[in-house]
């Protein structure tokens, strides 16, 4: 009983992740095979465009796909009628189609099938069903099937907080928006980075993922992680843009007591953090020259000391990096060393701009993120109109999934009724005027054109970028020409503000 109650919680947990959704509905499955005493569990889909019933997550090492058309089977019974089904003698039950059993050489003898919705009025999404109650002449029982049918509510629920969503919550199935939970998106762009996030994900290669603010380099380092054997590990980042440079080794390698004033205690820093798991070094390429010499030995060899000790200590870590630079112009322009640049780029992983990764992509993370703000904030899902809809298409979003994001958030906000206005449209979309602004001149007396398309928040990226450039990438000069601190020049080069 007790692994039975865990699971039903276990369950939320499980599916929260930015784990490849075959992974992740196959652990669920074997966990169910567990907690109900049977043979196998399935977890049947319903294709919300057609109608079918598909699964890649049964435990099936026979026949890791199945289809189903909608008109076969108990399974495709209860998705069409939304009722529990048992049957204690598959023979006798002339739904049964043995199609499947055909094509794995299992033998089903007893079946508990239930219908997965979000609420009990709600469409059906999918069947979970479990097959043959183990142990001689076993047969499920009345706890069994309400066990069931609390599981396929939990997963109802749960699937509702992942990317596995309808097109039309009102209607039945899901789609599949992308192989990966909570990373929406199925362009032939984000093919090439799946593969190789997948790819990547069965060794401990280190990856260096590169692309444009906010295009999602995050979620991909996080999908690394938990889509391989390191799961289970923590998963700890460094933010190069904010950690201040004094303070850096402290932080990434951790100190001794003693090792400085106030150092009153031993401190593990993030290295030993890590330890079983993956240490992220996001926008690694605003690490200063005098800093990035102290990561070579620990990305090499994974060994290091804590300052102000003498012991030399093993990593046990798995080193993701992500950057919006170009690493390899830094390194011609010498302010990325050479050696660290080929130590992380192992494995690349360039993620595109959402610009080029076409409309459908960007109506799909509309409507994801509609869905995501309207039940935080307790608001209907914003409705736009098809001019607005095509001017939001249009748009060159150059904070990418990021600046969508905060811009469906703000909209969901403004829209107590859900009808999105042209007022609401991004500034730049709303005007085709494209005026160039010149940007402070670099010593040959190049010009760097910011547009009048970009928001207020990339133009202030670009102009920063401008002036540290023109200051040779030394960030205390650009801050004492642009009259701002470090930590406000690190948010803004992170397009936090």
Known sequence: MQQRLSLLVDLSTLLAREVD??????????????????????????????????????????????????????????????????????????????????ITGFRTRTIVAAPIRE???????????????????????????????????????????????PADKEGRGLTLRGPFNRIVGRSAELTQVY??????????????????????????????????KRQAGPFVTVDCTTLPSQLFESEVFGHERGAFTGADRKVPGRVETANGGTLFFDEIGELPLELQKKLLRLIQDRVYER???????????????????????????????????????????????????????????????????????????????????????????????????????????????????EALLPSSSRSPMKLVATAPCTPEGETHGITLGLTLTAAKRAYVEATLEEAGGNKTQACKNLGISR?????????EE
Request: with cysteine; charged share 30%; glycine share 8%.
């Open 21 to 102: 959704f075959e992974t992740l509905l196959g652990a669920a499955c074997e966990r169910i095979t567990d907690a109900v005493s049977a043979e196998r569990a399935t977890i049947w889909l319903i294709d919300a465009e057609n109608g079918d019933l598909f699964t890649k997550v049964a435990m099936l090492p026979e026949a890791p796909g199945l289809r189903q058309k909608k008109a076969r089977g108990i399974a495709a019974w209860v998705a069409e009628n939304g009722e529990t089904v048992r049957v204690d003698d598959v023979a006798k039950d002339v739904r049964f189609d043995p199609s499947v059993d055909k």
């Open 119 to 165: 609420r009990n009025d709600g469409p059906v999404r999918g069947v979970l069903q479990v097959l043959n109650k183990a142990g001689e002449g076993a047969r499920f029982d009345d706890e069994d099937t309400r066990y069931v049918e609390a599981l396929a509510e939990q997963l109802g629920r749960v699937f509702s907080l992942t990317t596995l969503r």
């Open 195 to 228: 593969e190789r996030v997948q790819l990547a994900a069965q060794t401990d290669a280190t990856v260096l993922l590169s692309g444009e603010t906010g295009t999602g380099k995050g979620l991909f380092s996080r999908a690394i992680h938990v889509n391989s």
């Open 307 to 421: 300052v102000g000790g003498r012991e030399t200590l093993h990593a046990d870590i798995r080193i993701v990096c992500a950057t919006h630079r170009d690493l390899a112009t830094e390194v011609r322009a010498g302010r990325f060393r050479e050696d660290l640049f080929y130590r992380i780029r192992v494995v690349e992983i360039s993620v595109p701009p959402l610009r080029v990764r076409g409309e459908d992509e960007i109506t799909e993370l509309i409507a994801h993120f509609s869905t995501i703000y309207a039940k935080r904030y307790e608001r209907p899902e914003l409705v736009i109109p098809k001019k607005l809809r095509d001017a939001l298409v249009r748009y060159t979003w150059p904070g990418n999934v990021r600046e969508l994001e905060h811009w469906v958030e703000s909209a969901v906000v403004l829209s107590p009724k859900g009808e999105v206005t």
């Open 487 to 495: 930590n406000t020049l690190a948010r803004i080069l992170a397009g």
